[in-house]
Nanobody, 126 residues
Framework: QLQLVESGGGLVQPGGSLKLSCAAS????????IGWFRQAPGKEREGVSC????????KYADSVKGRFTISRDNAKNTVYLQMNSLKPEDTAVYYC???????????????????WGKGTLVTVSS
C-alpha cells in the first residue's frame, strides 16, 4: 500500500527554521514527483514546492522562494522541505503528496498528485 508520512512540524518563532520530512513506503520516492502543500485556517490549499522524480525539476511558490528548499534522499525514500526565515503567514498544516503518472512525475504537476499524507502542523508565532 502506498503511504506518505509527514513529520517535523511544530512551533517556531518568526525567523526560525524547521525541516519537514516526507517518508514514502510502498513505492520508491524517485518513481514519483513529490510535492509539499499547505492549508492555513480559512484558506484554500496551495502548492508550496515540488521535486520531480528525476530531481531535475524543482518548483517553489513565490511566497517561499529563497526561504524554502526541497530535496530528496533516495536511499532513505524521503523528501525534505527545509524552511528558513519563517513568518507567521507560513502557519498551516503542511501535506506531502506524490504524483505517479508518467507526465506528472516528470513535470512536477501540482494538479497530478494522486497520493497524500495526513499532514503536519507548522505554527510560527512568538
Amino acid at each position: 500500500q502506498l503511504q506518505l508520512v509527514e513529520s517535523g512540524g511544530g512551533l517556531v518563532q518568526p525567523g526560525g527554521s524547521l525541516k519537514l520530512s516526507c517518508a514514502a513506503s510502498g513505492f520508491t520516492s524517485n518513481s514519483a514527483a513529490i510535492g509539499w502543500f499547505r492549508q492555513a485556517p480559512g484558506k484554500e490549499r496551495e502548492g508550496v514546492s515540488c521535486i520531480s522524480s528525476s530531481g531535475i525539476i524543482t518548483k517553489y511558490a513565490d511566497s517561499v522562494k529563497g526561504r524554502f528548499t526541497i530535496s530528496r534522499d533516495n536511499a532513505k525514500n524521503t523528501v525534505y522541505l527545509q524552511m528558513n526565515s519563517l513568518k507567521p503567514e507560513d502557519t498551516a498544516v503542511y501535506y506531502c503528496a506524490a504524483a505517479t503518472s508518467l507526465s506528472s512525475r516528470y513535470l512536477c504537476d501540482y494538479g497530478g498528485m494522486n497520493y497524500w499524507g495526513k499532514g503536519t502542523l507548522v505554527t510560527v508565532s512568538s
